[in-house]
């Protein structure tokens, strides 16, 4: 139930304020200090409608959201930097960062279950809140004995607390077997409050031997200690603004859980010919820890998890990259709490402090070639994940109401990924293509059904554009984005056709205009869904030599009202549909200061 996010930095309205201020001082040539202090305001206001398809419930949801978020981040970051001599480098830094995010919503949802063609009708208003804040400390110090043998030495401290509050108001009991509301109200004003302090501790020594200028070995002794608290509480306001507070134990959480790592790793590095081989093992060793309801659930275990890197350097310009890697994945506090979170107005959350470690093996091939010759470059990247015992999702839903809890899987989770990119350039002319495949399958549990879900996104590109000195250069291109999206035995697909224009113009003395047009076709296999445009224009002036520069911008020429993001889970598939800012005019003023 986090704060939700903006899409390609466009809402219905964005009001923001951004105050920065760094500095840098050397107090000797051994000693630097520095930092920055970044402070930013913001107001959001977005509004959509979300269309839900739920394939286990073949309920159908429709939503109108209009979301008011207030926003105010500080980052305040020191470092410094003392290195005595050549042989010994140090340093320090501090990161602290707060926030304060508010979110209201006003959401109407018209949904109905599957045969039926009444639709219920619900107003809900969600409220939603958080203070985080975080010290990270880190110190890193580097140590040449010698040529031969050199140490680095790297800890790390995290101190974080989260305080996400929500509310939902709504007209229509929800939960009714597990939360006991007071019916006698003349709404239903859920509200819960949430806690998680993290104490996460990182520290390793490295230390290599370099046998020869084409070989050295790897020493690593590393240790990671995470503390984290988690408590929750749920209850009900009433129409008199009492509390109606709910003892259960299973709508509370009072939870401890520790996680040490210690491990030892080696790595063996060299060169022979085009190759550098670089093999390695790391031995861990793991304690978990979780305390809850008075029942401590503790596991220790040993492995060693093996990595791999080939690089292949034809040339210069060309190389060849492997990366083999296996390792061990944790869950955190939030995964292990046995109480039920409230994590949206339709649909609980409840964890298993039983769950186990997953294993994650992954495979990466990289390609790189730059010709200068024939002013071509080819790039390729193709990536392979499997991961064995993760965690699965179950879920008992009922029309668009959904509690959820988490288990262990023994089907392997996959994923598959490929990109490659070539462009070339001639005299004035520049073309480029690239393609983009993502795959990855994943199995659930809904309604005591074990289903399958598959995701399959294909994003193609070509561009063609000019490349003169002394006259306006164009781009124009064509993007085709298709998504498949599989839940057990429902396929739906979208498509996205957008054509694009570029243009970067500099005339006169001093003048540039850039223009920037895209045109979005989106539709499913059936129907159109929506068509929009955008035309973003820039014009600024600047005379040579001097520190002033003019400028007058306008966003969205054409005035369109909305875009579309498709997504899915294992519960459904689901269309958004954003209303974003009008056309809108900045004029702009610019004094350069250290020109």
Excluded: C
């Excluded at 164009?474 to 498949?484: A, D, H, M, P």
């Amino acid at each position: 139930a986090g704060i939700s996010n903006l899409q390609n930095n466009r809402a219905k309205s964005i009001d923001a304020k951004l105050g920065a201020y760094n500095f840098s001082h050397s107090v000797n040539d051994k000693w630097e200090l520095s930092g920055f202090a970044i402070w930013s305001k913001t107001q959001n206001i977005l509004e959509e409608k979300v269309n839900r398809v739920f394939s286990a419930s073949s309920a159908v949801q429709n939503t109108t959201d209009y979301v008011v978020q207030d926003n105010e981040q500080q980052l305040y970051k020191f470092t410094t930097e003392y290195n005595p001599n050549d042989r010994l480098q140090t340093e320090y830094n501090l990161l602290i960062k707060t926030a304060s995010d508010i979110e209201n919503t006003d959401l109407t949802s018209n949904s109905n279950s599957s045969g039926s063609s009444s639709l219920q009708t619900e107003d809900v208003n969600v409220l939603k809140s958080q203070k985080p804040s975080s010290i990270n400390q880190e110190l890193k110090a580097y140590y040449t004995l010698n040529e031969d043998h050199i140490f680095s030495f790297e800890a790390q401290h995290l101190s974080q607390d989260e305080d996400p509050f929500y509310q939902a108001i709504k007209t229509i009991q929800p939960f009714e077997s597990i939360i006991p509301l007071d019916t006698n109200q003349s709404n239903f004003n859920i509200n819960q409050f949430r806690n998680v302090q993290t104490d996460k501790l990182e520290g390793k020594l490295d230390y290599y031997y370099i046998l020869t200028p084409k070989s050295n070995l790897n020493f690593t002794l590393g240790i990671t200690d995470v503390n984290q608290q988690f408590n929750s509480n749920i209850f009900q306001i009433l129409d008199n603004k009492s509390q109606n507070k709910f003892d259960q134990d299973i709508l509370g959480n009072n939870v401890d859980f520790n996680f040490t790592d210690a491990y030892l790793s080696f790595r063996y590095r060299f060169i022979s010919g085009i190759f550098t081989i670089d093999p390695g093992f790391t031995i861990h060793s793991y304690k978990t820890n979780n305390t809850q309801l008075g029942i401590t659930n503790s596991n220790s275990f040993s492995d060693i998890r093996p990595n791999f890197r080939v690089f292949m350097k034809f040339k210069d310009s060309e190389s060849l990259r492997f990366n083999y890697n296996l390792t061990t994945q944790f869950t955190d506090v939030n995964n292990l709490s046995k109480g039920y979170i409230f994590n949206d107005y339709n649909s609980f959350f409840q964890g298993n402090p039983n769950l186990e470690a997953a294993k994650v093996t992954n495979y990466s091939l990289n390609y790189r070639s730059i010709n200068i010759f024939t002013f071509t470059n080819i790039f390729a990247r193709l990536n392979y994940s499997k991961r064995s015992n993760s965690i699965q999702n179950k879920t008992l839903i009922n029309g668009i109401n959904r509690v959820s809890s988490t288990e262990n899987s023994n089907i392997p989770r996959e994923s598959y990924s490929a990109f490659g990119r070539i462009d070339k350039r001639f005299k004035n002319f520049r073309v480029g293509f690239n393609m983009n495949f993502n795959y990855s399958d994943f199995s659930n549990v809904v309604n005591g059904v074990a289903s399958k879900s598959v995701n399959f996104t294909q994003l193609y590109r070509a561009t063609l554009a000019t490349s003169f000195k002394d006259k306006p250069n164009l781009e124009i291109g064509y993007s085709y984005n298709k998504r498949t999206y599989e839940l057990g035995n429902n396929k739906n697909y979208f498509y996205t056709d957008s054509p694009f224009i570029k243009l970067d113009a500099y005339f006169g003395k001093g003048f540039v205009f850039t223009a920037d047009y895209s045109y979005n076709y989106y539709r499913n296999e059936d129907v159109t869904l929506n068509e929009y445009k955008f035309l973003e224009a820039d014009l600024s002036y600047n005379k040579e030599g001097s520190k002033w520069e003019f400028g007058l911008g306008v966003t969205n020429l054409f005035n369109d009202t909305s875009i579309n993001r498709d997504s899915f889970n294992e519960l459904y598939t689901q269309t958004r549909s954003y209303i974003i800012q009008p056309r809108y005019t900045v004029f702009r003023i610019k004094y350069d200061l250290t020109a």
